[in-house]
């Protein structure tokens, strides 16, 4: 499977993104997507996660962000609303495949700047 992130860019503090990623190849309805992201100098942390009935959301981005998948599209995408300067960061689409065996797969990422 390969992953393809985009809508990257740079916004100013209290505008809004939307981040798209789509999966070519085997993709199966019940995958699980993520995003996650990488700023300068920190470790890779999840944002967001959805199944086919949950989404969560890290504490940092409840309420501002919001993770949506669409089967049919084989897409994920995150609505990223109220972005502050420490949302910048590489973004990362992750696929969680368990069938036919337990894979995960990574998109490119696609880089978020916000100024202040």
């Known amino acids: 499977v390969q992953l393809q992130a985009s809508g990257g860019g740079l916004v100013q503090a209290g505008g809004s993104l939307r981040l798209s990623c789509a999966a070519a190849?085997?993709?199966?309805?019940?995958?699980?997507w993520a995003w996650y992201r990488q700023a300068p100098g920190k470790e890779r942390e999840l944002v967001a996660s959805?199944?086919?009935?949950?989404?969560d959301y890290a504490e940092s981005v409840k309420g501002r962000f919001t993770i949506s998948r669409d089967n049919a599209q084989k897409t994920v995408d995150l609505e990223m609303r109220g972005l502050k300067p420490e949302d910048t960061a590489v973004y990362y689409c992750?696929?969680?495949?368990?069938?036919?065996?337990?894979?995960?797969?990574w998109g490119q990422g696609t880089l978020v700047t916000v100024s202040s």
């Open positions: 992750h696929l969680n495949q368990r069938v036919p065996r337990p894979q995960d797969f």
């Open positions: 190849g085997s993709f199966f309805s019940g995958d699980d």
């Open positions: 959805i199944t086919n009935t949950v989404a």
